[in-house]
C-alpha cells in the first residue's frame, strides 16, 4: 500500500458557531487507501466529510491535497480540486425524473466538452463498471435499493475522480447487498487505483475494506486513533475504541 499522501488533515477544528464538534485533528489520507471514518452516534463523521469536500469550513486548520491547501486556494483552485472528487451520498442523490444513463450524463455535459454520443457511451461504461449494464433507461424508481446505490456511485464516477467520498453507502441496505458494495469498493479501488474515504459504522464494512482510519470521539470532542482498523482492534487499549469494535463485548473475537 502506498504512503503517498493524497489527503491531509491538519490542526482541524470543526465548529457551529461555539459549538465545537471536533478539535485537534490531524492525519493522513495515502493514494490508494480505503479510508474509515468512524466512531459513534454524534461524533461529527458526516460533518468531517462535509468539510473535506469543501461543504463545511473549518473554524481552524486546513485540507490539504496532494500538498496543496484547499482552504486558502482561490475559488477556481478549489473547483479544480473537487473536480477530481466524486460522492456517493447515503440516499443515492439520483434525480428521480433522470434515467440512469441521464443522471450520469450531468456532471459530463457541466465539466467537459464530449459530444453527446461520447457521454452516452461513457455513461453505459460506468454502469457497466458497477454491475448496471442494460439498465441506461430505467428510472430509479425502478430498481432496487441496492441498484440505486451503485446507479450513485456510477454517477460519482463520472469524471474519473482521484478520490470518492461515500456517506454510509450501507444505509438503508440487507447484509447481502452491503457485501456486494464492499466488494464493489474494493474492485473499484483495485482497477482504478482510486483512493476511497467512507463514512461508516458498519463493523463488517469496516473490518472488510478498510486499510486506514480515524476514530472520533464525541465526549472528548477530538481524534483518539488513526490507522488500520484490524491493527486498532488487535492493539488499541483505549476502552472507547474497543468498545466501539467490538460492540461492547471488549475483545477481538467479537469481530
Not at 485537534?24 to 452516534?41: E, K
Not at 469524471?159 to 453507502?169: T, Y
Not at 486513533?225 to 488499541?236: R, W
Request: hydrophobic residues 45%; negative net charge.
Amino acid at each position: 500500500m502506498s504512503t503517498q499522501p493524497h489527503i491531509t488533515i491538519s490542526n482541524l477544528t470543526m465548529a457551529y458557531g461555539d459549538l465545537v464538534i471536533q478539535q485537534d485533528l490531524n492525519f493522513t489520507v495515502n493514494r490508494g487507501d480505503v479510508f474509515i471514518i468512524m466512531g459513534g452516534s454524534g461524533c461529527g463523521k458526516s460533518t468531517l466529510l462535509n468539510h473535506m469536500i469543501g461543504l463545511n469550513r473549518p473554524k481552524k486548520g486546513d485540507v490539504l491535497y496532494n500538498g496543496q491547501s484547499f482552504w486558502h486556494a482561490s475559488e477556481q483552485q478549489r473547483t479544480k480540486i473537487m473536480q477530481r472528487t466524486g460522492v456517493l451520498y447515503q440516499s443515492g442523490a439520483l434525480f428521480s425524473s433522470l434515467t440512469l444513463s441521464e443522471n450520469i450524463a450531468l456532471p459530463m455535459a457541466e465539466f467537459t466538452s464530449l459530444s453527446k454520443s461520447e457521454i452516452a457511451d461513457l455513461a453505459s461504461y460506468k454502469l457497466a463498471l458497477v454491475g448496471l449494464a442494460g439498465f441506461e433507461e430505467y428510472y430509479p424508481s425502478e430498481i432496487s435499493g441496492g441498484m440505486q446505490k451503485r446507479a450513485g456511485l456510477a454517477r460519482a464516477m463520472a469524471l474519473d475522480p482521484e478520490i470518492l467520498f461515500f456517506d454510509e453507502p450501507s444505509a438503508g441496505l440487507d447484509p447481502v447487498s452491503a457485501r456486494l458494495l464492499d466488494d464493489l469498493i474494493l474492485n473499484l479501488r483495485d482497477a482504478l487505483g482510486t483512493t476511497i474515504v467512507v463514512v461508516t459504522h458498519e463493523l463488517a464494512s469496516i473490518f472488510a475494506i478498510g486499510t486506514n482510519s480515524v476514530f472520533l470521539d464525541a465526549v472528548s470532542k477530538t481524534m483518539l486513533a488513526t490507522g488500520n482498523p484490524n491493527t486498532l482492534l488487535a492493539e488499541s487499549k483505549d476502552a472507547t475504541i474497543i468498545q466501539f469494535l467490538t460492540r461492547g463485548v471488549g475483545h477481538a473475537e467479537a469481530a
